[in-house]
């Protein structure tokens, strides 16, 4: 039997999309979805300040689910906004496949 590269389905480990919601000063609830048709890509999720400074960082390694939601805890007690969340997939390290990121305003 020859195999048909077409007939083979298309594996999409890009984010559709990325949320946050600022719970506390220093707890932020977030929220991944991927596409269906994936490949379980691992997933670096990292949290800046407004300088830059990384104040939280998650990794989930081969994830199996189409979304994922869970609580980011700061390093800090009182962050510098905005925060900026940014999320990459990546199966081998250092080749990013698909990467979002989005802003975090100060309470009101």
Not at 1 to 15: A, K, R, T
Not at 22 to 46: A, C, G, M, Q, V
Not at 68 to 94: G, Q
């Amino acid at each position: 039997m020859v195999e048909n590269p077409e007939m083979e389905p298309v594996l999409n480990n890009d984010i559709r999309s990325l949320k946050a919601t600022l719970i506390s000063r220093n707890r932020i609830h977030t929220e991944i979805d991927l596409f269906e048709n994936h490949s379980k890509p691992n997933l670096t999720l990292s949290l800046k300040d407004s300088d830059g400074t990384e104040i939280s960082r998650s990794i989930i390694i081969s994830t199996i689910d189409q979304h994922i939601e869970f609580m980011m805890h700061t390093r800090v007690a009182d962050p510098k906004y905005p925060l900026t969340l940014s999320c990459e997939t990546f199966i081998d390290d250092n080749q990013p496949l698909g990467s979002k990121s989005i802003s975090i305003n100060p309470p009101a």
